[in-house]
Every structure is written in C-alpha cells, then in structure tokens.
C-alpha cells in the first residue's frame, strides 16, 4: 500500500490543536451593536421580526449600552425613530431630535469604554422613507440631500458621535460631510462609508425596526446585487473621499465583494451583517432546522475570514460572552 506523505489532519486532531492553528479569530472588539431609539417609548418594545431586539426608550437605551460596554464590544451604531416626519427629514439635523438625544445620553455614558456611532441617513426621518430629498420628479435629488446630510453630520458631532455612519449612497456624501466638519473643527470625528451598499431582498425586519414609510424601493442609488465591481469602485472613491472606513452591507450574501474591496483598500473594512439575515438565522433555529450557536459563530467567522475587521451584528453582545 501507499500511504500520504502530506497529512493535514495531524492539524485537527484535538481542540487545543485546532485552536492554535486557526487563521480566524472572532474577538468582543471586532464587534459593532447596532440600537434603534424610538421617540415617545417608556420603556423598551421588542421587535416582533427580529427575536431579542428592542426597540428602545431613552432609559433603556442607556441601560443596554451599559451593558453592552461591560460585554466588551467596540462600539454600538445608534437609529433613531422620531415621533414626527416630513419631506426633509428636519428631525435629523434637530438638536432636540430623537437621535441626536440619545446619541448625548449613550456618549455620557459609555463614550469612554466602546465607539459610539451614528447612522447618517435621512430614511428615518422622512415622510416618504427615502434616504434623500425628493425632487418634483420624485427621484431622489442628490445634491439637495448632501447639504442635508452635512447638516445632520454636524448636529451628530456636536451630540457626540465619535464616529458618523454614512449610509444614504448618495454621490460625493463623504467628501461633503468630511468638509463640513472639518470647517467646524471637528476633525477627529471618524467617517464610516457604508460604501458597498446593495439594494437588496435582506432588509425587511429593519424596515419594522424604524418604522419604515418608503414607497418603493432604492435601486436609483444603492447598488445594483449583481455588480461586484462597482462595490470596489464606489469603496475606493469613499477613501478618496476622506472615509476613516468603508462598508459591505449586506455581509454574507457579498462576502465576494467584501474580499476584493478588503484587497483593495488601505483602510479599515466593516461588514454589515443585517436584519434579514438575523432572522433567518434566528427562524430556522426556532425551528429546530440548525444549531444556533454554530450558525451565529460560523457566520461571524466566515464575514471576518472574508476581511472584514469588524461586523455590526445584532448579536453582538451575546456573542462577545461566548467569545
């Protein structure tokens, strides 16, 4: 008989042999909790699509977000669901709005032990859900909402974001924020680019999470699910643009675009892994169809072994205790 001469399972032969030489390592700081706000809430109202998420009051945001820095992830994304909307979103960019609220309460109290972040966006705050201002046409104008969103980024750094979330994939958005909180001397306030961001099936339970209003969908500006490419173009633009990181969102359906963007930028790379994907996940293990543990791990491992250096996952929290 002939026997191998290379034997690769000698490197799975016991736990502690497999442990030693994995490639990939999951780590609480690697891990981003993103939170939704709701204006008007006493206390926190669950998320009927998304098991153990919570919509949050102000109180018990601040309780969550305490819990999440004792857990040791490194940072929480913060959304906000104001009571009132409108064609311009003016609640975002209001100090005494919903988001920029919590977004002082959470740095007061955890600003010091994890990255608070905003998302910058106006689909939460507008009347017909869309991410920018509308023109008479209807289509979403892009030069009429970066001046929006500059605004919004300035109202979030003086909140106390640590770091703004730019996920409206309008053309120039990192170049006109990063202007404009230059120009106030917020300079060390981090841009993140949610740079490769598709117009996608996996964001539905999101859409309950803040209350969404949009008619339609948002394939004029996020990308197109069959262009890998373009997701490298417009993450090699963001940097250019002064991004501090750059986004894939979603995550595992685009870990192909993840891995080319992680080869071909020099800065941080963050992977989105979003709603719908929670609740798949989350559905078929109450089902008893998969091993939830595993298929949470093995998720997180496979987005970071793409080249994601960190993940917004809304399982954060749990999976730092078992890290």
């Given amino acids: 008989m002939s026997f191998p001469v290379h034997r690769p399972r000698r490197l799975r032969q016991s736990p502690a042999v497999r442990r030693l030489v994995r490639e990939t390592h999951l780590a609480p700081s690697q891990l981003v909790l993103p939170m939704f706000v709701r204006e008007g809430l006493t206390e926190a109202m669950p998320i009927g699509s998304m098991p153990g998420v919570m919509q949050h009051s102000l109180d018990s945001l601040r309780r969550a977000a305490v819990d999440a820095a004792a857990a040791g992830v490194g940072g929480v994304m913060l959304f906000g669901v104001p009571e009132v909307r409108d064609a311009r979103g003016s609640g975002a960019d209001d100090p005494a709005g ?3 609220v919590a977004t002082a309460a959470v740095a ?5 032990a994890l990255v608070v972040q905003t998302d910058l966006c106006l689909d939460e705050f507008t009347d017909h859900g869309h991410c920018g201002v509308l023109a008479a046409s209807g289509a979403v104008d892009n030069d009429a909402t970066l001046e929006r969103y500059a605004a919004m980024g300035l109202a979030q750094a003086r909140a106390g974001s640590t770091m703004l979330g730019l996920s409206g994939m309008m053309d120039g958005q990192v170049g006109v924020v990063r202007a404009a909180l230059d120009a106030e001397g917020f300079t060390d306030t981090m841009i993140l680019a949610y740079s490769a961001k598709y117009a996608g099936a996996f964001y539905g339970p999101f859409r309950e999470a803040v209350d969404s209003q949009l008619q339609g ?8 699910p069959g262009n890998g490419r373009e997701g ?3 993450a090699l633009l963001d940097v250019d ?3 501090d990181v750059v986004m894939v969102k979603p995550a595992l359906p685009y870990l192909d675009v993840l891995a080319e963007v992680r080869a071909a930028v020099d800065v941080p790379v963050w992977a989105y ?3 719908g ?3 798949m996940v989350e559905a078929a293990a109450a089902h008893g169809w998969i091993d939830r543990r595993g298929a949470i791990t093995e998720s997180l491992l496979a987005i970071r072994r793409a080249g994601a250096d ?4 809304y399982w954060a929290v749990e999976a730092a205790a078992w890290l």
């Fill in 241 to 243: 643009e002064g991004a």
């Fill in 98 to 100: 919903v988001l920029n």
């Fill in 273 to 275: 892994q979003v709603s």
């Fill in 277 to 279: 994907e929670f609740a």
């Fill in 217 to 224: 969908d948002r394939r004029t500006y996020q990308l197109d």
């Fill in 108 to 112: 007061a109290e955890v600003g010091d």
């Fill in 310 to 313: 960190a993940i917004l996952t």
């Fill in 232 to 234: 490298v173009r417009e």
